[in-house]
């Protein structure tokens, strides 16, 4: 069973959820990750047969 959310970094106070566009996945949110690294946790949504 695939997770629904990934978490990039899970040590920050702040938590930044981000849902993929129809048909997307976790990764497409990496760029916006590496901006906001330290920031914020970041937790992306990975639907049912999207992604890994």
Avoid: V
């Amino acid at each position: 069973m695939s997770q629904l959310f990934k978490s990039f970094d899970a040590s920050k106070k702040t938590q930044l959820i981000c849902f993929p566009f129809a048909g997307g996945y976790s990764a497409s949110f990496r760029p916006l990750h590496a901006f906001l690294q330290g920031e914020c946790e970041m937790l992306a949504a990975e639907p049912p047969g999207h992604g890994t």
